[in-house]
């Protein structure tokens, strides 16, 4: 095995991963097959730290589309996270791996209130930290919490886990001819909306000089490929 490219990672796992092909809630093979491979990539010495998403449960965005007030919505859908974040935790600790959970909304029976510097001990001292209820803000996705909280740990990249494979031209759900693209800058994915994450997440990212891996999560060891630094789904930074 190879040595660890990157040092310290955010990893941002889709809600809609964690629910695997039910298409809703946690699916618990899912789960523990992803929290093995943070372990495994753990086992390197790699610092990891962690955003989940909430869409497996709530997407704010829907409940605001239904007539629902966009903050309270978006509140929801930051508890959807807080669940999610719990059984990672959970998954996790099962197979051994010092986890802790640190939520942006203040919930002291089940986790740390977010404290930057904090975070940064437990990852200095070999604990997973895994980031709930987003930034405590609405209006702002979970992509937006992983750039913010990159910035803030100094992260040497942002690993996207996602159902697909990769950044396409065209949605490779509904398009059997989509192409994967393999190299973006991160101008090229604000200017044609290719979904990568949101324009406030992907500006955040450009201006601290944060690159993005963005890969499938479904075959396992992708995590480990992408942290040795292997040619895997979609990168996204400045390219020369």
Not at 48 to 60: K, L, P, T
Request: proline residues 3%.
């Amino acid at each position: 095995m190879g040595q660890p490219k990157y040092k310290r990672v955010i990893l941002k796992i889709s809600g809609e991963a964690l629910a695997g092909n039910q298409g809703f809630g946690i699916d618990q093979e899912v789960i523990t097959s992803i929290a093995s491979q943070i372990k495994e990539v753990r086992e390197l010495g790699v610092d990891v730290a962690i955003v989940v998403g909430g869409g497996n449960i709530w997407r704010g965005v829907k409940g605001s589309a239904r007539g629902m007030e966009r903050a309270t919505a978006d509140y929801m859908g930051m508890l959807a996270t807080v669940i999610n974040s719990l059984a990672l935790q959970d998954a996790l600790e099962n197979q051994g791996v010092d986890t802790r959970v640190q939520t942006a909304i203040e919930m002291r029976q089940v986790a740390e209130p977010y404290i930057r510097r904090r975070a940064i001990r437990h990852l200095e001292k070999g604990r997973v930290v895994i980031f709930a209820a987003g930034t405590g803000n609405p209006y702002f996705s979970t992509d937006t919490t992983a750039a913010l909280r990159a910035a803030e740990i100094e992260a040497d990249v942002i690993l996207m886990a996602k159902r697909v494979d990769g950044v396409y031209d065209s949605d490779p759900e509904i398009n059997p001819e989509a192409k994967r693209l393999k190299d973006l800058d991160y101008l090229t994915v604000l200017n044609g909306g290719l979904g990568v994450m949101d324009s406030t997440a992907t500006s955040l990212c450009m201006d601290n000089h944060i690159p993005i891996i963005v890969f499938g999560i479904k075959e396992k060891g992708n995590i480990l490929k992408a942290i040795l630094g292997e040619p895997i789904g979609t990168y996204v930074g400045r390219l020369e």
